[in-house]
């Protein structure tokens, strides 16, 4: 009877039948060797970082079932994999997610962790706000990130307020963030922020209708953003004035509508923030410039 191959050896199995199949990528890796090692080290059990001792262990005939049963349903049902092993890494932190709720992707990720600079200065963060927070991965790596702030994070979806409570729990931030059942601002009376984050449904019914199979598992209300994927962002832009400090910021990702949000708003002086780690369509706007705005913004979406 053949010996069940190494952990090293299956890794790169589980690569070529990736590679050969041809899937979409996109929800935490960007290429089947990537998405090779997020496969098999999760579904043993394992840290990403392993030495070669470990590498080099022959699978049990369970741990090589486990492992073929995930690749078998990621390339028949084109599963997104953080949904098979229902983990997957936001800003340097693991969390739960399942179908109830879009897969973390954000480039705002880096944001966080670079301190919101220069665009905010740290002494000044003390409330921050997180809509359409889904698996709560923003609202709580700005909890880990500033010890001081408070923040509260809202969503629409029990669904999805239900998974950013494990979160929260797995993370013991329960101190600092609060989840709030809101239809974007209608239930947050009072309140003001020093920075809201905001990484809301923008997908185009064009652009939706052209995604690859895997984003369909995702949940309709996550992505899904009217004809020109705009239905969610112009009602934030319209209420965040009255909802940030004087020295407040707001930071909205858009994905691909970013061409339609300018065109919609020309004299609205969005900055389109770049990153070193690759990521587009995430503007800034300050409370002075929102302030500023809003002969433009007054009837939007009403």
């Known amino acids: 009877m053949a010996d069940n191959p190494t952990i090293r050896q299956m890794i790169d199995t589980v690569f070529q039948a990736l590679q050969s199949a041809g899937l979409a990528y996109g929800h935490g890796t960007d290429n089947p060797w990537d998405e090779a090692v997020a ?14 001792n470990t590498l080099n262990r022959e699978l049990t005939d369970d741990e090589l079932k486990q492992i073929l049963y995930v690749l078998d349903r990621r390339i028949s049902e084109k599963i997104p994999l953080a949904y098979l092993t229902k983990q997957t890494f936001f800003a340097g932190l693991s969390f739960y997610v399942d179908r109830r709720v879009m897969i973390p992707r954000s480039p705002i990720a880096e944001l966080i962790e670079d301190s919101f600079q220069p665009w905010i200065k ?54 600092q963030v609060n989840l709030i059942k809101s239809n974007l601002f209608d239930k947050l009376v009072n309140k003001q922020y020093d920075i809201i984050i905001s990484n809301p449904p923008y997908v185009s019914y064009e652009e939706m209708s052209a995604l690859p199979k895997e984003y369909f598992h995702e949940p309709d209300l996550a992505l899904r953003a009217g004809d020109d994927g705009l239905e969610f962002v112009l009602r934030i832009l319209r209420d965040a004035a009255d909802y940030l400090t004087p020295h407040g910021v707001l930071i909205v990702e858009v994905g691909n509508s970013q061409a339609a949000l300018e065109e919609r708003l020309p004299n609205v002086p969005f900055l389109w923030l770049e990153f070193a780690r690759g990521g587009q369509g995430v503007f800034l706007l300050t409370a002075a410039q929102l302030k500023a705005s809003q002969f433009s913004l007054a009837n939007l979406a009403k």
């Open 122 to 175: 740290t002494e000044n963060i003390n409330t921050i706000l997180d809509m359409c927070t889904g698996s709560g991965c923003i609202a709580i790596a700005c909890a880990k990130h500033f010890s001081q702030v408070v923040v509260d994070a809202v969503d629409l979806s029990d669904d999805a307020l239900s998974v950013a409570k494990m979160n929260i729990e797995r993370h013991q931030v329960e101190n």
């Open 39 to 52: 496969l098999v080290l999760p579904v043993l059990n394992l840290p990403f970082h392993v030495d070669d």
